[in-house]
């Protein structure tokens, strides 16, 4: 039986069917917060660059590389402490030039079968190896990684995420399944495609397996799925991406370009219409929504209502915009809230939304509690390795817990990275 929790969350109307393509004047870069990238600059701030172009590379590990989202000028590149990337804007000039890769080397390598070295270098070149999540840890893999299992995420089950089949037309069906095919050639593994209950949206394929998952959250997160089907182990990686992004390995495979746009949904209580663009990665969120809010303060979060992030550019995995209204906090009186900073927190009480939150597939508050007094042990035999913050995200809207479960979990995957 299908386990999980439907999220109800406000939004003016049902998303359109067909997205509309949205080139926003500026696109601006927001990597998760746990990708510490130590900038090496390719581009100088003032050059103009076609979209596609390599812009900056981390300085540890060469194999992680940032491309322009637009074509424009790189107006804006600010470093923090240690040369962490803190701010990236390009802003759009010219005629959308796009820059060309050279692709014959993988592809003749994917063509032979006879290994991926070259496929592996134009993935790096291009950035898109910055797209794959290898599990443990949650980070980009490294440059020579082979991983045990790849899954493929064709679904989304939080609240206003828009449909990933939309990101599939019948020009992409080609590009997906040669990406397929090339994600096939990194892993001697199973290649899981996790989609809804519709018909196939890939070709089958000798490794490739179809899994079906269910409407309710977070039955579409790659964590749930990997947990059930092929559990990520210290001395086992299991990679993730997503269905849009294997499209763009297709894409520049077969034709040497990285995609212009990528679907985003753009919805919740704070707009008076939701849309569903195609807009570029690292669009401008307030030339977004700010046309289609309703009147009044709002929050615009990157992401959704349970793991998004206020920012002013569209989040490095993000695929929808959620546009929240701002409530002001009620005044407390100063005697209760001072009882309030010296109490002890408050205690999660043990209830069937806790074990639907995390799909019915493990021991809830056994997870919840090694987590929350460190027992790392305790935490890798309930399989905390196969997660990420995200896979909590509902654990946490639920609870209301303080300090928080997904942070909680980065905590413990931190130790235990650091322990290995």
């Known amino acids: 039986m299908e386990r999980g ?3 109800r969350v406000a939004s003016p109307q049902p ?3 067909t997205p509309e393509t949205v080139i926003t004047a500026e696109a601006g870069v927001n990597l998760p917060p746990w990708m510490e990238f130590r900038v090496e600059r390719l581009v100088e701030v003032g050059s103009r660059v076609a979209q596609g172009t390599p812009i900056l590379r981390d300085r540890r590990r060469p194999e992680c590389l940032i491309t322009a989202p637009i074509s424009g000028r790189l107006s804006e590149l600010e470093t923090g402490a240690g040369r962490r990337l803190t701010s990236l804007i390009v802003q759009a000039e010219g005629s959308g030039e796009r820059h060309q890769y ?6 003749g390598e994917l063509e032979g079968g006879n290994g991926s070295t070259a496929l592996r270098q134009l993935l790096q070149s291009s950035g898109l190896w910055m797209r794959l999540r290898s599990r443990p840890f949650g ?3 490294e440059a020579l990684a082979a991983p045990a299992a790849i899954f493929v995420m064709a679904v989304d089950t939080r609240p206003l995420a828009p449909d990933p089949r939309h990101a599939i037309g019948e020009d992409n069906i080609a590009r997906l399944n040669f990406g397929l095919r090339a994600l096939s050639s990194l892993c001697d593994g199973p290649l899981f495609f996790c989609q809804d209950q519709g018909p196939d949206i890939p070709d089958a394929h000798g490794r490739l397996k179809i899994v079906r998952t269910g409407e309710l959250h977070p039955q579409g ?3 749930l799925q990997i947990h059930r089907l092929f559990p990520a182990r210290l001395a086992r990686q299991v990679w993730d991406i997503s269905i849009e992004d294997v499209v763009a390995i297709g894409q520049l495979l077969s034709e040497g370009r990285l995609p ?3 679907v985003v949904s753009v919805a919740g209580p704070g707009l008076r219409e939701a849309r569903l663009v195609r807009c570029p990665p690292g669009a401008d969120l307030r030339e977004l929504c700010y046309a289609f809010m309703s009147p009044g303060p709002r929050i615009i979060l990157s992401g959704s209502v349970l793991d998004g992030r206020e920012l002013r550019w569209l989040g490095f995995h993000d695929r929808q915009v959620t546009v929240l209204e701002r409530r002001e906090p009620t005044p407390r009186h100063w005697l209760e809230s001072a009882l309030r900073r010296a109490s002890r927190p408050e205690p999660v009480i043990a209830t069937a939304a806790v074990e639907q939150a995390l799909g019915g597939a493990m021991p809830g508050m056994a997870l919840l509690r ?3 007094v460190g027992d790392d042990e305790a935490a890798i035999d309930l399989d905390v390795l196969s997660l990420v913050e995200e ?3 509902l654990v946490d809207y639920v609870t209301a817990a303080s300090p928080r479960f997904s942070d909680l979990l980065r905590a413990a995957l931190n130790r235990i990275e650091a322990n290995t």
């Open 5 to 7: 929790l439907f999220v």
């Open 15 to 17: 998303l359109p069917g």
């Open 102 to 107: 050279d692709a014959k080397l993988a592809l």
């Open 139 to 141: 980070k980009v893999p």
């Open 221 to 223: 997160l790659a964590g």
């Open 260 to 262: 212009e746009t990528q």
């Open 370 to 372: 090694a987590l929350s």
């Open 391 to 393: 896979d909590l995200a």
